[in-house]
């Protein structure tokens, strides 16, 4: 059995973790760190690899090195591989099973960060490695399967192949700190007009999607979007807002780490900005890693596995 497999050297492991790593890197340099011995060993058992196969798994366009469809295919399959070895010894060793999350900061912060802290007080026997990513770059991650789950707006899964689950709306209001409000602020709608005109305010900005949203939506109520600190997260701007001199719009998920002290304020504006969020895995991840599905559970389900 496997004797074409065996009959002839150059397969290994080995290998295929390196040109795994290439492609997760997007070239030979960039796995091997700027390490000129490794990056000729890489090179060598890429070369290897291909010799083994009889086929071309890399080609030069230009300066980069980039994998050629059949290299892509080796890539997936042995990622799959790999996977099912790393977990039948987590299995075998009684080990933890490890999984990556790919997110935004605040997708960690405020939906991951509770979700873990709650399956660690189960006892649940899952490590988690966290990876700050952009919305847009996770579907390709996960279509890779450079990371094992993605915390997405669920507006951002548009493509194809993936498998998703809404864990949770996020919705916004404008949280102020009472002592810059001063009298006569009650934190209803009708104050958010005057308070965005007289009070700074520090929110996630600097062309973000969520930016372009929020003055769209406060130009068609009249209201003039004067942002005094762009932040590039919204963990940021609640720090921003904990200093007591900036106001912030903020996801109301934030709500638990403020404390007392702030007035939260809702606006027909901020209402249009809600959006689900959502679990997205790839499907091929079930097939390789079964245990991912009670991960799947414990996020969909907080308190049932």
């Not at 290998?15 to 000129?36: F, M, N, Q």
């Not at 965005?196 to 009249?222: I, Q």
């Amino acid at each position: 059995m496997f004797e074409h497999l065996f009959s002839e050297r150059g397969l290994s492991l080995d290998r295929l973790k390196t040109l795994i790593e290439v492609a997760r890197a997007g070239s030979i340099a960039g796995a091997a760190r700027g390490d000129s011995a490794r990056q000729s060993l890489y090179s060598r058992q890429i070369k290897e690899l291909e010799e083994f196969f009889g086929v071309e798994l890399t080609r030069r366009r230009g300066k980069v090195l980039v994998l050629t469809r059949p290299g892509w295919e080796l890539v997936r399959r042995a990622h799959e591989s790999l996977c099912l070895l790393d977990d039948f010894k987590s299995r075998s060793r009684n080990m933890p099973y490890r999984f990556t999350i790919g997110a935004g900061d605040s997708l960690h912060a405020w939906i991951a960060a509770p979700a873990l802290a709650e399956m660690q007080k189960r006892g649940l026997p899952w490590l988690f490695a966290l990876q700050n990513l952009r919305n847009s770059d996770v579907p390709l991650k996960l279509q890779n399967m450079d990371v094992d789950f993605g915390i997405v707006r669920t507006s951002a899964l548009a493509a194809e192949g993936l498998e998703s689950r809404v864990i949770r709306t996020m919705d916004y209001a404008l949280y102020v700190p009472a002592a810059l409000a001063g009298k006569g602020t009650s934190g209803t709608s009708a104050d958010f007009p005057r308070l965005m005109e007289t009070l700074p305010l520090a929110t996630l900005a600097g062309g973000s999607g969520f930016y372009a949203s929020l003055k769209r939506s406060c130009m068609e109520y009249g209201i003039d979007l004067r942002v005094q600190c762009e932040t590039q997260s919204f963990p940021f701007a609640a720090r921003m807002l904990k200093s007591g001199v900036f106001m912030a719009i903020l996801p109301c998920m934030a709500e638990e780490e403020l404390g007392k002290g702030f007035f939260k304020v809702t606006h027909p504006a901020l209402d249009r900005l809600a959006r689900s969020i959502s679990l997205a895995w790839n499907p091929r991840l079930l097939r390789v890693r079964p245990s991912a599905g009670k991960v799947i559970e414990a996020f969909a389900v907080p308190g049932q596995v």
